[in-house]
């Protein structure tokens, strides 16, 4: 079975901080990973995923995300916060050895910029 | 965001109603999904289809009835729901080949559904 866990249900930033969203992950094969953003009334975002490769993943607007193997963590981060990133945060996984097409998500994490 | 459409936005049906949601996706896909976001809860996913076959089915009510006529298309046919079933409605393509299914997953703005 395949989980992923976002201990946090909010974060809150000062603008021009920087910001870390936490994600874990289980699976039993390789993990494909992804962070997605939702906006009040609007659907997920894609941000960035870490299929194989480098374990550092830089996507949209800035974010970035390392991938650990050894702690099992996925942790979005963004060196410097604007008001404009707040919103929803989700972090999903997929068993790559399962050859599932179910993407596991997790309950989202709120994240709250304060200028 | 215009990779994925979704009509209509808001719906409100009471328990006997019959509705359909509609999504459409613009990006040359071969995947669609349909997944159900309740509040405090993480998404569920809802059916899965490739290549216009349904592949996927996590155990959602026989109430819920999905459709894909082509590629591009996905229908979600709603009949006697229950209060319960009010959620945002996502509908999500991804390119997925040879049973890998590394692609990304791009959605839709979602229906916001009320069942009075």
């Known amino acids: 079975a395949q989980s992923v866990a976002q201990p946090e249900d909010q974060v809150n930033v000062a603008e021009g901080n920087p910001l870390t969203v936490k994600c874990t992950y289980s699976?039993?094969?390789?993990?494909?990973l992804f962070w997605y953003v939702q906006y009040p009334n609007r659907g997920l975002q894609f941000l960035l995923k870490?299929?194989?490769?480098?374990?550092l993943v830089k996507g949209s607007y800035g974010f970035e995300a390392e991938f650990n193997k050894s702690q099992t963590s996925f942790h979005l981060k963004k060196p410097s916060a604007l008001v404009s990133d707040s919103a929803l945060y989700f972090c999903?996984?997929?068993?790559?050895?399962?050859?599932?097409?179910?993407?596991?998500f997790g309950k989202g994490t709120k994240l709250s910029v304060i200028p | 965001e215009t990779g994925v459409t979704q009509t209509p936005r808001h719906l409100v049906m009471g328990m006997t109603n019959k509705k359909s949601l509609k999504c459409e996706q613009h990006?040359?896909?071969?995947?669609m999904y349909w997944y159900k976001q309740s509040a405090k809860k993480p998404l569920e996913l809802m059916f899965v289809y490739s290549l216009e076959e349904r592949v996927e089915n996590n155990s959602v009510p026989s109430r819920f009835s999905p459709e894909c006529p082509n590629s591009s298309h996905l229908f979600l046919h709603l009949h006697t729901l229950q209060p319960e079933d009010s959620a945002l409605y996502l509908c999500?393509?991804?390119?997925?080949?040879?049973?890998?299914?590394?692609?990304?997953?791009?959605f839709g703005p979602g229906t916001r559904l009320t069942v009075l």
């Open positions: 870490y299929i194989t490769g480098d374990n």
């Open positions: 999903a996984v997929r068993d790559g050895g399962a050859g599932s097409y179910q993407l596991t």
């Open positions: 699976v039993s094969g390789n993990p494909y």
């Open positions: 990006l040359g896909h071969n995947a």
């Open positions: 999500a393509s991804s390119q997925d080949s040879s049973g890998i299914w590394t692609d990304t997953q791009y």
